[in-house]
């Protein structure tokens, strides 16, 4: 039997790269996705990973394109996942009474909403075929408490 697969955003840093790295302790396989390709394939060249263990897809939670590509990239050079984690996030002070901050919160309902929704994409109708597969979606705190 083959090692369940994980599809991670967010995973060249922080708790991405730290839930890939429980995953893969636990012995199962990693598509690990971000903005910054050559930072993950130097950490999973530091973890001693061979590429049927780990591949990195690199790709902005902004470019629902390149994300949604990831996901079918993934498909078919990996398999179906059995769990996809959209963990890509950033989390920006944003000042409604200052202009230019209106294209920083584009940048964040980008990157946490639409990034999150493209992450899935690719996944959903393929995991409802096979009847099984999980889709996480990591929330910002803002989504419990307002922000300045």
Same mark, same amino acid.
């Given at each position: 039997?083959?090692a369940?697969l994980?599809?991670?955003?967010?995973?060249?840093?922080?708790?991405?790269?730290?839930?890939?790295?429980?995953?893969a302790r #636990?012995?199962g #396989?990693?598509?690990?996705?971000?903005? #910054?390709?050559?930072?993950?394939r130097?950490?999973?060249?530091?973890?001693?990973?061979?590429?049927?263990?780990a591949?990195?897809?690199v790709?902005?939670a902004?470019?629902?394109a390149?994300?949604?590509?990831?996901?079918?990239?993934?498909?078919?050079?990996?398999?179906l996942?059995d769990v996809v984690?959209?963990?890509?996030?950033?989390?920006?002070?944003v000042?409604?009474g200052v202009e230019?901050?209106?294209?920083v919160?584009r940048?964040?309902?980008?990157?946490?909403?639409l990034g999150m929704a493209?992450?899935?994409?690719p996944?959903?109708a393929?995991?409802c075929?096979? #009847?099984?597969?999980?889709?996480?979606?990591?929330?910002s705190?803002a989504?419990?408490r307002?922000?300045?």
């Amino acid at each position: 039997m083959t090692a369940p697969l994980l599809f991670i955003t967010g995973a060249s840093s922080g708790i991405g790269q730290a839930m890939a790295l429980e995953w893969a302790r #636990r012995g199962g #396989r990693l598509a690990l996705v971000g903005r #910054r390709g050559d930072a993950m394939r130097a950490w999973v060249a530091a973890q001693g990973w061979p590429a049927d263990r780990a591949a990195v897809y690199v790709a902005d939670a902004r470019d629902t394109a390149a994300m949604t590509a990831a996901g079918r990239d993934c498909i078919a050079a990996q398999g179906l996942p059995d769990v996809v984690i959209a963990s890509a996030g950033i989390s920006v002070g944003v000042d409604m009474g200052v202009e230019a901050d209106l294209e920083v919160l584009r940048a964040v309902l980008e990157t946490n909403n639409l990034g999150m929704a493209a992450t899935g994409q690719p996944f959903i109708a393929p995991m409802c075929a096979r #009847r099984s597969g999980r889709l996480v979606c990591i929330a910002s705190v803002a989504g419990f408490r307002g922000l300045p």
